[in-house]
């Protein structure tokens, strides 16, 4: 069973950063493309950014770029967001997901918390 599990949630000052960590579980992710998504209050769940896991190739959402940073470690079958110059606009839970698009498989994990204080 596949699991993905969040961490590196919380609090921090407009302008500060944060990193979030995806530890993935359950299965080889060689041919997934792994990808943040966040929901802030009242609003739909939106696309962040993504990778690909075997080749690196990433995709941002223009909001995020320049500021957000997708990466992954393969040894530890592990995807990071690393946040910077963040923005009270940014809170949301964030969420990560693993996609394959020819089985096709769509897993979500359990969200962590980003609150960015004005």
């Known amino acids: 069973q596949v699991q993905l599990v969040e961490s590196g949630g919380g609090l921090v000052q407009a302008g500060g950063s944060l990193r979030l960590s995806c530890a993935a579980s359950?299965?080889?992710?060689?041919?997934?493309?792994m990808g943040w998504f966040r929901q802030g209050p009242g609003k739909e769940r939106e696309f962040v950014a993504s990778i690909n896991w075997s080749s690196g190739s990433t995709n941002y959402a223009d909001f995020v770029k320049g500021r957000f940073t997708i990466s992954r470690d393969n040894a530890k079958n592990t995807l990071y967001l690393q946040m910077n110059s963040l923005k009270p606009e940014d809170t949301a839970v964030y969420y990560c997901?693993?996609?394959?698009?020819?089985?096709?498989?769509?897993?979500w994990g359990q969200g962590t918390q980003v609150t960015v204080s004005s």
């Open positions: 997901n693993a996609r394959n698009a020819i089985i096709p498989a769509n897993y």
């Open positions: 359950g299965r080889p992710f060689s041919n997934y493309g």
